[in-house]
């Protein structure tokens, strides 16, 4: 397993300002993704986030809004921008030890904006 | 992309009575992984069992098995023996691994109350 942690744990912010969530794993990892948690909704994936690269974003997702950093294997970042009452959701990160195991889950952030 | 459908939104069982949830996907990998997860009031997302679509033999998770049916495409998982903790949102999720991605897709979940 891993023992993931994510902060914020929670956050309530104004629209049009942007929330910077970061995700640290207790060893290093292979893979680390981003995942939103719209209210009464599944996980739906936001991105890939690629050591010392560019993200691989999902389908309806985009950098401008969503940029994620991972400056190494155990540390992620992802940064809401410009954010409307639409974003408002938990936000997840996974990660993932070898290619083909299970993900698994940090705590998640409840992000809510007003 | 993997579609996946969890036909029962809610299900409800009696405390050490078993239960099963359904799930149906469409892949066109041949080699993949699926998962059922967890979700808990306090959100975390937990692991409760996994099954490599190669093996034929369904996985088995202490109180918790699947029943895996790869020409069918159907992963249902059943609780025996259910106890107040079950009590949880559960998720089916295939996961694509052929390109190295290891991406998860969820269902939309079933909502599992146990009843003392």
Redesign the interface.
Known sequence: SAVISQKPSRDICQRGTSLTIQCQVDSQVT?M?WYR?QPG?????IA?ANQGSEATYESGFVIDKFPISRPNLTFSTLTVSNMSPEDSS?Y?C?V?RE???????G??T?LTVT | AQTVTQSQPEMSVQEAETVTLSCTYDTSESDY?L?W?KQPP??????VI?QEAYKQQNATENRFSVNFQKAAKSFSLKISDSQLGDAAMY?CAP?T?QT??????????TRLTVIP
């Open positions: 893979m993704f948690q909704q599944s996980l739906t994936l890939t938990i997840l996974s993932v290619v083909g195991y299970e993900q698994y889950f705590p998640g409840r | 992984y998962f997860y306090s959100r975390q997302m937990i692991l996994r998720f996961s691994i190295g991605a290891n991406n998860l897709f969820f269902g939309t979940g």
